[in-house]
Structures are given as C-alpha cells and as structure tokens.
C-alpha cells in the first residue's frame, strides 16, 4: 500500500534547495544587515525582545509587542552561554546550509528537517523588518510539515500539504478580488504590475510593453488558475489534480521569467507536487485498501462528523479521492475533461458574454471588417478585437466561495482521517511479498500506534492550517456564514477545546500556520490613470559633487537595465520598494543606512556596492529623493526608464545631522540597548570557542561574495557541487553493483555426456 516514495524524495530534496537558498542569502547579508555594524542589528533586537518580555508578566515579546514562542536556542547560546550574537546567528545559518545540503543530496533524516525548522524560525523572528515577507512564512509552514512527511507511509500528510497548495493559491487570487482595487476589477492590474513589481527583470520591460489585450487575457488566466485551479489540486481524481499542476508550474514560471521573487515560485511549484501523486502506487496498477474498510471508516465517521449535507459530500468525495488514487483508471480523461473545463471558465471569465452570441457575433465583423483575411494577415488584431469583459463581479465569487469552501474544508480533513485509517490498518496488516518474512506484532503494532498518532497530529495541524484562511470571509464580507462552524470539527467537546486553544494560543503557535495574499492593492496607477512608480534615490556628495546610489538590483538611474537575483532576496533593496510608498519616519533603517554610508562602513556599502574600500571616496552628505518611473516604449531607446522628480525623501543630512537625529527615529527600536551576556561557564568555554573559530574563519572565506554580492553564485556553487555528489554517488553504487554481478559469473553448464 506504500507509495513509490519518488515524488516524496523530489519533494524533500526540492524543499533542501528552497532552504538552501533561503540560508546562503541570508548568511551573505547578515553583517551588513542584522550584524553589529549592520542595519538593524540582531542584538538590539533581542535587547528590545527581553525588555517585552519583562513587561509581558514572563511573556516573550517579539519587537511589535505580541507575544510569541521565544527563540529559546539563541536565548540560551546569547544570554546564558555567553557567545556572540552575531556568531551565534552566522552559524545557525551556516549550519543551515550544511543541513540543506544534506537534505538536497537525499539525507532525509528527521532531525534534519527539524534543525532547518527550528533554525529558519530563529533567524525570522529575530529578523525583524526583514524577514516578515510571505515566501519566509511559506517556508516555515512547510517546513514544518516536512519533519512529518519523510516517511514513505504518510498519505495523511499528503493531504496537509495540499491543503497548503490550496490554501496559498485560493487566498492569492480571491484577496485580489475581493480587494476593491479598480485595476483587478477592471482587468487592468498587469498594465502596472511589470513596472511596479518591486524588483523587475529585463524581462519584464517586454511584457510592460505588450498589447492591452494580452494583459487583459493574461490577468484573467492568472485569476482562474489561483481560484478555480487552486480546488483542482485536491480533487478525488488524479488526472484532475494533475492538471492544476500543470496550471500551476506554468502560472508560477510565467511569474519568475517577469519578476524577481527569490526561491518563492520555485517553492510554489514544488508545494503542488504531492497533488501529482497518486495516494498509493502510480494510481494505475496498484493495490487498493480493503472496500469493507473504506466504507465501514466512512459509516463510523458520518455518524461523529456529519451535520450537513455538505458533510456527506465531504465524505463522499474522500472516499472517491482513494479508490480513484488507489484504483486508477480514467486519468487521461479526467485531465483532458478538466483541460477543457477551464479553458471555459477562462473564456467566460476573459469574454464579454452578456451581450449574446449574436450581438457579440456583430461586434467582431464590425471591428474586424473581413475575418478569414484578419486570420491570415493579422492574427493579433483578431484577438485585440475580442470585446472583453468590463468588470469582475466580487460578490459573485463570494457567494461561490461561501458554498463550496466548506465541502472543501470537511472533504480534506476527512481525506486526512480516512488515508490516516487505511494506512494504520496496513500498518497492522503488513502484507508482504511472496518469499519474505512478516514483521513480528512488535513492530507492527508500533507502526499501527505511530500511524494512529500521526494521524491525530495531522487533523490538528489541518485544522489550524485552515482557520487562517477565515481572511477570505473577511475580505468577502461572509463574515455571517461563521468561518469557525466551517473549520472546526462538529465533535463534542472538541469544537471547545480548540477555539479556546485558538484563543489562548494566538501568537505563541511556533509560526507554522499562516494566511497568504500577495498584492492585495495595485501600485504605481498615477491620478490621471498612468504608470507612476514611487522610486526613492539616494545622492551622495564627495569631493566631486553629487552622484547617484545605485543599489544592485532595485530600480535607479535610467540607462540601468533590470538585473536577475534569482535565488537571492536582497532584503535592503526589497525594502527600498516600501520606503517609497511611505513616510521616511516610517523606516527608521534608511536614515541609519544614511550614517553608515558616511562612516564607510564596509559592511552596509558591500550592499550597496559602494567603494568603502577607495581612499579617494570620501561622502560628505546625503539626500533622497523620490521619483516616478516608468518603462520607456521605445525598443531602440538606449534608457530602460523614464522618471519624473515628484518630492524630497531625506534632505541634505551630513554625519553629524544624521547623528543628531538618531535618537528620534530609534527610541523605539531601542537600538542603542546590548543584550548583556551572561558569562560563559567554565566546562563549555572550550566547545564554545572552537565554535567561534570555526564562525568567524568561515566569515573570513565569504568576505568576497559579500563584497561582490555573490549570493547567487555560492547559492548555485552549493547546489551543482551537491548535486554532482550526488549522482557520482548513484553512479557509483551502479558501477558496485556491475562490479559485483560481474565478479560471481554463472556456474559454467556440465558436458553432455555421449
């Protein structure tokens, strides 16, 4: 009954490279970022987090004040061991490196996934402003389902994460509905959305420049595949499932060849391969669970869950989900039928069709004059003529969402529970093949327990994966329908129990269940309707006059053509994107970039690829100003941008204005605050000092990628030699293998006898 364990094995090693990347752009950046000379320096944070802790009555605070579960391993290594901060956190990320490593070349060990968990989670919390993004919450929910999901037997949480899929997916595209921006409503948003990303590729000048109808086309694809597609990926169905992967994967690198956005699609697409997969088998020809069993889970079920009669749909639809997965058949027409099923709904999505076939009939023959030689000669002017839909209707997707999420919503948490059963009830059985030896009732009635108690761990982590999708009722105005009736089981007793653990908890869960909703509100419209892009530029003034900051990825001077960052999230110039649609006081860490950039402090000017190191670059001062930008729509324009001067960010500040100011702008970040350590006990002073050595000499080796900003390549340098390792490992073992055979030939044939 065990799957194959091929995807399970792409899936793990596919969330190693995610972290791996995630840990060597964060180790690049972290003295210019998070270092005692950097930005926002981790020590005062854990400063400001120990001074909340105090107020909190023994409560740990985070830096906005709201209690969470506390980074314990640095808590204890800083402030009780005595080592370094910036030590400490420089090798928790390069401990994550190793562990991802590890985890990408195949080792799928449970404390490997548990240290790169619990490592992410502390450099996040302690990260502060630049860490708090959607594709570091991902990684932590994932992450965390990925210490349950390494064994072979799991098809519960199977479940868990494409519930994950969904969820990311459905809140994506519905908060973009249900927004109330114009630009979604009136198939606009992509006119902005190139140029107003927050760090474009070169790519995406091509796709700003596109016709209105493409964008148009285009948004409404995007919109169908993340709402309609998103229910795709949980079908009972395989063939179904499989399609809104394939939706998915080409939705996911259409989005990463436009923008850059780090290993976020690339994580994305990863999440929707357990929905590829068939529950047991190859979803052909593999055995099924035992028909009595299904039907007798589902009968003991109905009578302690269902309520309603989207209770028994729930159940029906679970026990098609593993007779289909475990029977197969029909998977072709399951894909080709859902192919053509979505291409209907993008056309009534895309199309205006109130109109009727007839008048819609009429308008193409007016606009197009002759149709056969507008094929022929100009197909994009047939496509351009295709009258299009005016507005979306949010409330029609609300009332749509509002009857179908909560069959969903039971449907998987029954999935869970009957994949749960199966796999306890085959845990027990353990049947074998012919020749083998059953396992002793030891062992299987260990396999039974843990498969039970994993199944129980899976409804809980489910059931709290859900409620943050109540965002959804939120944006939708359902907030009536009662989102808690909706994912909370009906059980007596136990709706009780988690809403007041749901309410006793909130903040201290290990942040391992999260909403999504990226681009929420279009920006960079302009009042009359164009692309206006707010663009902060820094200016420095040195013994030659004023000059230009150019940061390494983010928008600047007009000739600059994009640059590709991906894997890498350069977390200062993200940032710069939100400072320019803010107030300066809002982003306290730019006035303080300001003083490092006049101190020639290496470290922050690594960042912005300044020469801290040229005796002849002497800053005198610093100013901001904030633009509007622009794609130019010239091909043979030698400027990527156009930018229009809108208003002072900074005025004129030099090192002792800067300084003057300080106090203002971080009284309540309390960055002048050390955490004392406490002094280092004898019987580890030895461990903690080879730890230390073996830090810092590896912070020496990396001094040049942060000089040259190379995230991206000791990313890449990492994975091909890791990978290398690892096929020259598999080839190895085959050529054992040969080896072996050709070592022990076969017994040579008697003679015949005559």
């Known amino acids: 009954m065990a799957p194959t364990g091929t995807g399970r094995n792409v899936f793990l090693s596919g969330m190693g490279l995610v972290y791996l990347c995630a840990f060597a752009s964060y180790y690049i950046q972290y003295q210019g970022l998070f270092g005692r000379e950097g930005l926002d320096p981790t020590r005062a944070v854990l400063g400001l987090m120990d001074k909340k802790r105090e107020q909190l009555s023994g409560g740990f605070g985070a830096p906005g004040g709201k209690p969470v579960v506390p980074p314990l391993f640095t808590w204890g290594a800083v402030l009780h061991a005595g080592v370094d901060v910036d030590v400490w956190m420089e090798g928790l990320a390069l401990g994550g490196v190793v562990m991802a490593a590890l985890a990408l070349a195949g080792v799928h060990h449970f404390a490997v996934f548990v240290y790169l968990f619990v490592a992410y989670r502390e450099v996040f919390i302690l990260g502060a402003t630049y860490l708090g993004f959607q594709w570091d919450v991902l990684l932590l929910e994932a992450g965390f389902l990925c210490i349950f999901y390494r064994r072979a037997s799991n098809a519960q949480v199977r479940w868990a994460v494409r519930l994950l899929a969904f969820k990311l997916f459905l809140m994506t595209g519905s908060v973009k509905i249900f927004s109330g921006c114009s630009t979604w409503h009136e198939l606009t948003a992509l006119q902005y959305h190139y140029a107003s990303q927050c760090l474009p590729t070169p790519a995406a000048w091509w796709f700003h420049n596109l ?3 493409f964008h148009a086309m285009s948004l409404t694809f995007v919109l169908t595949s993340q709402v309609a597609g998103a229910f795709l990926l949980v079908a009972p169905a395989v063939g179904v499932r499989r399609f809104g992967v394939a939706l998915q994967v080409v939705n996911m690198t259409m989005i990463m060849v436009s ?6 699609n690339l994580h994305a697409a990863l999440l929707c391969l357990p929905s590829w997969e068939a529950e047991w088998g190859n979803g052909k020809t593999s055995a099924r669970p035992a028909g009595a069993l299904i039907v007798t889970i589902a009968v003991v079920f109905g009578l302690l869950y269902a309520r309603s009669v989207n209770d028994v749909l729930a159940i029906i639809g679970a026990i098609l989900a593993l007779h289909l997965d475990a029977g197969g058949g029909w998977t072709k027409l399951h894909f080709m039928g859902t192919a053509v099923a979505f291409v209907a709904a993008w056309a009534a999505l895309y199309l205006d069709t109130s109109a009727g076939v007839a008048a819609a009939a009429s308008t193409y023959m007016t606009r197009l004059g002759d149709p056969v030689d507008a094929l022929t000669n100009d197909p994009l002017r047939l496509l351009s003529s295709v009258p299009l839909k005016a507005n979306l209707d949010p409330r029609a997707l ?7 999420l909560p069959v969903v919503v039971r449907y998987i948490i029954a999935c869970v529970v009957f994949s749960g059963a199966c796999e306890a009830f085959m845990a027990w059985v353990a049947p074998v093949k012919k020749g083998q030896a059953r396992p002793g009732v030891v062992s299987r009635l260990y396999n039974t327990v843990y498969q039970l108690a994993l199944t129980a761990a899976t409804a809980f982590i489910v059931v709290n994966s859900i409620y943050p999708m109540r965002e959804i009722y939120r944006y939708s105005s359902l907030d009536a329908l009662g989102f808690e009736d909706i994912a909370l089981p009906p059980w007596p007793g136990v709706r009780d129990a988690l809403s007041a653990w749901k309410g006793g908890t909130e903040g201290w869960h290990p942040n391992a269940f999260s909403g999504y909703g990226l681009f929420r509100m279009m920006t960079g419209v302009g009042n009359r309707g164009q692309v206006a892009v707010p663009v902060v530029v820094f200016e420095i003034k040195t013994d030659q006059g004023w000059r230009e900051v150019q940061f390494r990825y983010a928008p600047g001077a ?16 993200w940032q710069l994107w939100f400072a320019a649609l803010s107030r300066p006081q809002q982003y306290p860490q730019l006035l303080h970039m300001v003083t490092k950039i006049l101190r020639k402090e290496r470290y922050v000017c690594y960042l912005l690829d300044l020469p801290c190191d040229d005796r002849s670059f002497r800053p005198v001062a610093v100013r901001a100003k904030r633009y509007h930008y622009d794609f130019t729509a010239d091909a043979n324009a030698s400027d990527w941008w156009t930018r229009k001067e809108v208003e002072p ?3 004129v500040m030099t090192l002792p204005e800067a300084r003057k100011q ?3 702008f971080f009284g309540a970040k309390l960055w002048t605050v050390d955490a004392q350590p406490v002094k280092p006990t004898p019987p580890l002073n030895a461990f903690w000092q080879a730890f230390t050595d073996i830090v810092r000499a590896c912070s020496a080796g990396a001094e040049e990628y942060r000089r040259a ?6 990313i890449l340098m990492i994975a091909s030699t890791v990978l290398a390792l690892r096929f020259s490992r598999s080839r190895m073992k085959r050529e054992i293998a040969q080896g072996d055979g050709k070592a022990d030939p076969p017994a040579p044939r008697k003679a015949k006898a005559h």
């Open 211 to 213: 016709p209105k109808w």
């Open 259 to 264: 923008g850059n956005y780090n290993w976020f």
């Open 398 to 404: 609300g009332l749509l969402l509002g009857e179908a």
């Open 558 to 573: 007009p000739g600059e053509a994009p640059r590709w960052n991906i894997p890498h999230q350069p977390r200062l110039d």
């Open 649 to 651: 960010f900074f005025p």
């Open 662 to 664: 300080l106090p203002d």
């Open 709 to 714: 900003d190379g995230a991206v390549g000791l």
